[in-house]
């Protein structure tokens, strides 16, 4: 099962960088101890740090930016019928490479990824962004609206995939309030 991830895992990261959205380079995948031998990207920063700095900053054009531009990728990746299965701000790079103007994306850790052109599962993809984004930076709803701004630029579909996450909202809040009400504590 182990080795069969790492090859799912290493095709995907491929598929990827033929949608257009970076991700590390697979320079081998090692069968034998399940081990995929990719790019170091050091000089990038996971994109929690990068949002932490620059939201304490107050710079909000650079961060605008950036985070249109997360969107964007997500939003090739859908396009491309991949699921990230696990999108939060630690699974995102910010490469602030000096050569370049703005600081570009890099999507990792596609371990919990797969293949679906099912809009729910388009939808529930940026529901896990959305609530791993929003409790790990509370008060950025805004960066995380120009985020789906992005998105939307990008996804012929954006619409109907929006309206999913909109499902996908209101089926998380139900089942949050069933949960508080069984336990008693409302």
């Known amino acids: 099962v182990v080795s069969t991830q790492s ?33 170091y990207l050091k000089e990038a920063t996971v994109l929690k740090d990068f949002i932490d700095k620059h939201m304490s900053t107050q710079n909000s054009v650079l961060l605008s930016d950036v985070c249109y531009k997360v969107g964007v990728k997500i939003g090739m990746l859908h396009n491309g019928n991949i699921i990230h299965g696990d999108l939060t701000s630690s699974n995102i790079l910010v490469a602030e490479e000096t050569e370049r103007e703005s600081p570009e994306c890099v999507v990792i850790d596609f371990g919990l990824s797969g293949v679906s052109s099912l ?41 109907s995939v929006i309206s999913k996450l909109a499902e996908i909202r209101l089926r998380g809040r139900k089942e949050k309030y069933g949960r508080v009400k069984r336990f008693g504590i409302f």
């Open 119 to 159: 809009q729910e599962d388009h939808g529930v993809d940026l529901y896990v962004l959305e609530k791993a984004f929003l409790s790990t930076h509370p008060n950025s709803q805004d960066i995380f609206d120009r985020l789906l701004e992005g998105y939307c630029s990008v996804v012929n579909n954006s619409k």
């Open 7 to 39: 090859t799912e895992e290493s095709r995907i990261l491929c598929k990827c960088r033929s949608l257009g959205v970076r991700t590390p380079t697979v320079y081998y995948v090692d069968h034998q101890n399940n081990t995929i031998y990719m790019e």
